[in-house]
Structure formats: structure tokens, C-alpha cells
């Protein structure tokens, strides 16, 4: 955050001169050397009022150069440390974090309890990398309450990204006892909750804060994982997006669509890079028509050098960087290239730019793959699924409308993997055991669900439960709630996170995925149907608590389907027992099944095409 510049006041005596030439066009910087030297003698002159109040009334470049000036002369006194503060304000708008952390440094020296110094000294810090150090200036500061409540949401933001869950939580929760009702901060803390599972969740422990009211701010990302109800989820989602993301003041493409011999369909997404979201769907970006579709990608996305954001990259007839585009120049190319149908592949998800989508960019526009849930833009007319995640009775629940892809609605490439070799040994499995895994983020668990993977394993002889090791916080929690139902340490085993190709391989080792709920596995479950792993999922009402049913359905293991907790449970008892029903299970998926359904991109690229076809509009 940047401070603001001290309020004017009077000037005292006639500059002329120096309005005169701060007139000039290129101000200061145009001016000859010989007369810069004598104006800064006239800088010089000035009272820190007086100098105060001509830099508000310059651009930043006159202004860095005025107070150079006049520190060059008064940079020692006590009283000049206001002038300190905004040179490094200046510093700071410029891009020069180490310039302006040296000023405020000097201004913290002079005026120690400057607070608004020490703030601005841990944004600079933050910003040019040192991280403790920005968090030893923030925490050096004493200041009133409203400005520690700043503090404690610095911290917790820059402590969350940097995988310090549980001090974060700390940070947010000083914030919100000082400010109870912080939409935004409260949702940051039930997500963290959720990674380290805390629960209950919406407990944050902050009176006057409820925990319906904790549920209802908790974000779009955790609601998923937090309700089985999309209305609930619509709810929480429409507020989230009235508070970020503000109408446009006008809606740009024509209503009645454009004439093109070739449909021209647009794809809008911060993750053409080392993500899901590109893995799932390169190969249906390679595969579309190009006889009937013309392809652009409007990316917002890191260059991260991979493999897969060059293949994504490379299957778009049009690829159009907007990294640095306001939300209204976005907007206004994708009317430029009459683009008839957007699909956005981010949703509410992290980095979504939804402002684009507000300015109605296309006369259709869709919501696809990124988020699993309502998404309530009024701009949006379409949410992507299939008659399995959206079923027709639950059609009401949703906005915007669902729009149906005969089959599974997800995307996956068919392209087969180079797999490295993998044992259990290596993965410090037991050769001889029966192993349940899950390999989802632990924010998708419940204190339900953990209830019934205890009594899973419990129940079945000479079985272990194989987790992806998320974080610190949560494996302390569930190692200590494992010892707590009598389970025996050595039944619960941690994955180390590995790359892509080692992580699908090793899928093949485990013998049962147990999906979580209300929030089911998405591309981990088609990877793990990919290798050949049977799964248990519970179905519930919301698309994210069906994606796996529809997977199931999909490749044809039905069987793995439970309506209730009890019947999940039985159902993994069951199949963990019963060598011949998992051996049929097993060998369904070793013979092809994946490869025969969601494996068929192009079958895959054709229905999708079918459906967008069947919503463009033409004049």
C-alpha cells in the first residue's frame, strides 16, 4: 500500500521560476543543466511546506527531482522526514523498491514512531523480494488499531503465499478480532482452515462472527468443498462477485451475432501453463473443425516455459496475449475479432478476469472446466456440464443456464503418457497391502468423510490409507486423529509431491481411490480411471459432488457409485474384500475403458462442438 501525500498548504514567498519552467513540456527533466542547478538552490530555499505543496502540484518526475533537491540541503533535520516519506512514495510509483526503501528507512530514523513509514518500508521490502525483512518492518510498527488490522492482513496474505498456514490463520484471526466483519478476510481464513483441516471450519473463534455468517463470505473455492447445495453456492457466489467485480458501464458485442462462414469461439483463461485446466484440454483445442471453427485464445496466463503452455499455444489458430490489457481493452478485441462464442475456462477461480466477461465481450459466452459450481455473472449465458453433474431437475438451482455435452462433460487428452517405471517399494508401500489412497488437496476433506475412511480402513485386514502430503498443518491433524480411532501410524503413508508423470504412474499402485465429498475429484479421478485404479465416489446434488459419477458412468463402473455415507462405506468395504469383484473391477479398466471413453478426444471435440453449435446466433 501507498500512503498518501501530506495535505497542502500555502507556499510561501514567489517561485515563479520554478512554476514556470515545471510548465515546460517534459517539465523538470527538459530543463538545461546550468539552470537545474540554480532552480534546485531556489528548492533549497523552500520550507518543507512550501516544497510539500509544489510536488502535489507536480507530475512524479518533477516532484522525485523537487524533493531531491530540497533533502540534499534539509535531509538531516528532524523535521524532514514527511519529505523522506514521500520521495520514497515517488520511488516506490516508479518501479525502485531499493531506492524507496532506503527512504523510508531515513524517515524511520528520524521519526521512529512513523507508522505509516514502517508500512510502506514492508510493501517496498515485500516487493523487491525480501520477505522476513517486509514481515520484521510491519511487525515493528505500533500503530492504532485500524492500521494493525492492515498489518495482521499483510502478513497473513504474504504468510499464506508462502505456505505458513497456520501462523497466517493466526495473523487473520488477530484482524478479525479487531474488525470482526471482513467479508475478505474471513474468507481467507476458512479456506486456510480448510487446507490445514481444522474443523469445524467456519469456527474462527472471533465474537460477534457466526458461523453461518463465516460460511456465507467463505469464498467460492471453499464453498464448493463446504456445501452440497448449488443454491447455497449461488448465493455465497453472487455476493463474492458484487463486492469484486462491479458492472461494466456498457455491454459491447451485438446481441444478434455476427456473420461468419466459421464459428469463431474464444477461449479466456489464466492457466495456459503447468496447470490442470491445459492438461485436460490441449488436445480438444488441436482437434476442433477447423471447417467450421476458427480457434483464439486470449491468454492471461504466466509464462512458465512448459511444454504444455507451447502445445496449448501451438493449437490456436489466434493467440492474443492480454497480460497487460485493462478488462475494457480485453474486452474491446475480443469485439474487434467478432469473436461469436467466449468460453471462459476460469470461472471464480484464482486470477479469473471477470471483468472482461462483464463488458459481454460476445454475443454467447459460457463458463467451462475451471470451476465446478454457479457461476452468477449476469453477462454469462451458458455453464457447460452434462446430464449427470447438472442433472434436469436440478436445472433451477443454477445461473447461469446449464448448457449440455452429450456424454461426460469432461475434456481429456487421449495422447498416452511417457510414464517412468514406479514400485511400491520406492513409494514406501507395503507390498502386500491393500491400499486405499486420495490424492486431492486436503481442503476437499471433510471431518465426515475422514469419519468414514477410518472406518474403511479399520474394517478391512491389512489395508493403509495413502495421502498426498499437502502441508505440515494438515498432516499433524490427521496423523493425530488417525492415533485417535487406534489406528496404527504405519497405516497412514504420505505421498511427496512429484511431477506429472510420476504422480499418474504411481496411481497404479494403490488398489482403491476413495473420493472425498461434497467436493469429488475431478482430473485426479480421470487420471486414476486412466491407470486403471477402481473408485468409490459419494454423489451428492451439486456439480462438484457428481463430476466423479459422471466419470464413472463414463468408462462404465457404476458399481463404484454410493447414494449415502453408509452405502460409500460399504461399498469400499466391499470391493477391498471381495478379490473377485475388485479383480472385475480392475480388469474393466485394464482393458481399454478409459482409453474407449474419456480417452476419445475426437468423439470428445465433436460433442462439444455440437453443443456450442447449438446456441450461436446468427443475424
Known sequence: ???????????????????RAMARPGGLTQVPSGELAYLGRAVAGLDLLGVVQLAEGANDTDGLILYEFWLAAHGVEASSCAAWFNLGVLRMKRGDAGGASEAYRTALRLK????????NLGTALEASGQVDAALGAWRSALPPPAMRQVLHNQMGRVMEVQGRLGPAADELRSSLLIAPHQPDVQQHLVHLRQRMTAWPVTDLSVPGVTADEAAFH???LASLALWDDPKLQAEGAADWIARKTPPAPERLAPSFGYKHDRIRIGYLSTDFCRHAMSFLIAELLELHDRSRFEVYGYDASPEDGSDIRARVLGALDHHVPIHGLTDEAAARAMVADEIDVLIDLN???????????R???APVMATYLGYIG??????LDYILCDEITIPPELEADYAPRPLRIAGCYQANDGRKPDLPAVSRAAEGLPEGAFVFTCMSHHYKLTASMWESWCKIVASVENSVLWLVDDNPESKAALSARWAEKG????RLIWAARVDPDRYRARLALADLFLDTNPYNAGTIASDALRMGLPMVTLQGRAFAARMASSLLTAVGSVEGIATSPADYEAKAIAIATDPALHGKMRAHLAGGAWERTLGQAADFTQRFEAAISSVIKRP
Open 374 to 379: 454457479p457461476v452468477p455473472l449476469p453477462e
Open 359 to 361: 463488458w459481454k465481450p
Open 218 to 220: 467463505c469464498g467460492p
Open 347 to 357: 470461472g471464480l477461480t484464482k486470477g479469473a478476469r471477470l471483468g472482461i466477461l
Open 487 to 490: 489406528l496404527a501410524p504405519e
Open 112 to 119: 521512529p514512531d512513523m507508522v505509516e513509514a514502517a508500512i
Open 1 to 19: 500500500m501507498s500512503m498518501p501525500f501530506l495535505l497542502p498548504f500555502p507556499m510561501p514567498g514567489d517561485e515563479a521560476s520554478l512554476l
